[in-house]
């Protein structure tokens, strides 16, 4: 069983940035495809973003596209650099690792095999 480990989340205010990263521990993940997900107090999951296999093929969610930034710099680190913070992205934010899915398919956080256990991202107005 890998271990997922998120860190970097915090408080800023709207327009600020931060970066968040994902550790996977216990085996390698080297075929897996990564992701990340968030999810607002009283609202579903949502997909954000998600890096392949080959650490090239990402994938984002339509709202975060320019300012937000996936990338993985092995086979068990992965980042996500987030800049224009806007108050609604307020959220708990989780990474996760498929080994069957393609980056296509991490849009829905069915069939994940592993997940992290989160880091509150706060943005003010």
């Known amino acids: 069983q890998a271990q997922l480990v998120e860190s970097g989340g915090g408080s800023v205010q709207a327009g600020g940035s931060l970066r968040l990263s994902c550790v996977g521990s216990?085996?390698?993940?080297?075929?897996?495809?990564m992701g990340w997900f968030r999810q607002a107090p009283g609202k579903e999951r949502e997909f954000v973003a998600a890096?392949?296999?080959?650490?090239?093929?990402t994938l984002y969610t339509d709202s975060v596209k320019g300012r937000f930034t996936v990338s993985r710099t092995s086979a068990n680190t992965m980042y996500l650099q987030m800049n224009n913070l806007k108050p609604d992205e307020t959220a708990v934010y989780y990474c996760?690792?498929?080994?069957?899915?393609?980056?296509?398919?991490?849009?829905?956080?069915?069939?994940?095999?592993?997940w992290g256990k989160g880091t509150l991202v706060t943005v003010a107005s």
């Open positions: 996760c690792a498929a080994l069957i899915k393609t980056v296509a398919e991490m849009r829905s956080p069915n069939g994940m095999d592993y």
């Open positions: 216990e085996r390698t993940l080297s075929n897996y495809v």
């Open positions: 890096v392949g296999r080959s650490f090239s093929n």
